[in-house]
């Protein structure tokens, strides 16, 4: 479990194997089989060095997400331990679509989400873009909007976000599970 508070912007560097240099990121204490949120996405640490960390990716993951097929910067968060401060919202890494980005100035940032996503994005309510916790502003069918203040910029990669650039997205976990249990009613 995550909460959308990124702590670092890494690099990949290679991949088969993926190879992560964790910038910032403290990793003296992450052990081999540790999660680690990978620019949305739990992956499991298999291999630790000075500043990097491996992962094995498999291709169901590489075909439903996007930024873990090419080297370049990656948003990281280590997982919660239990008593940890929760500063976004709770995240579990599992990549629920990918959005397009609809356009992105002045700090407001427009995305579309795959339409089975729509119904779980509300005004107001949480959803993870590439690994960072954000507040919904407005919805419009599938389209969504939320404000990047100039803190997530810096510490992000969502400052490189322009027209058609694609976005891991990961629904509130709570708007799940309310959608599931009205379902299971009806």
């Known amino acids: 479990m995550f909460t959308g508070i990124v702590q670092a912007v890494g690099r990949i560097e290679t991949l088969h194997p993926h190879v ?93 989400a795959p339409a089975k996503l729509a119904r779980y994005i509300a005004r107001k309510g949480s959803i993870c873009v590439d690994g960072v916790s954000l507040t919904v502003n407005r919805v419009r069918g599938a389209a969504f909007e939320v404000f990047l203040i100039p803190h997530t910029l810096k510490v992000t990669t969502l400052k490189r976000l322009a027209r058609g650039v694609k976005v891991n997205l990961e629904v509130d976990l709570v708007a799940r599970y309310v959608a599931r249990l009205r379902e299971a009613r009806r």
Not at 34 to 39: A, E
Not at 55 to 75: H, K, Q, W
């Open 20 to 112: 992560v240099a964790t910038g910032r990121l403290p990793i003296g204490d992450v052990k081999i089989g540790d999660s680690i949120c990978v620019q949305g996405c739990c992956l499991t640490v298999v291999k630790k060095a000075k500043g990097r960390l491996w992962f094995d990716v498999s291709r169901e993951t590489l075909r439903v997400t996007v930024g873990l097929d090419a080297p370049g910067a990656v948003n990281l968060e280590k997982s919660l331990g239990l008593g940890d401060k929760l500063g976004g919202h709770l995240v579990t890494g599992h990549v629920d679509g990918v959005g397009v980005v609809l356009s992105f100035s002045g700090g407001i940032l427009r995305m579309k």
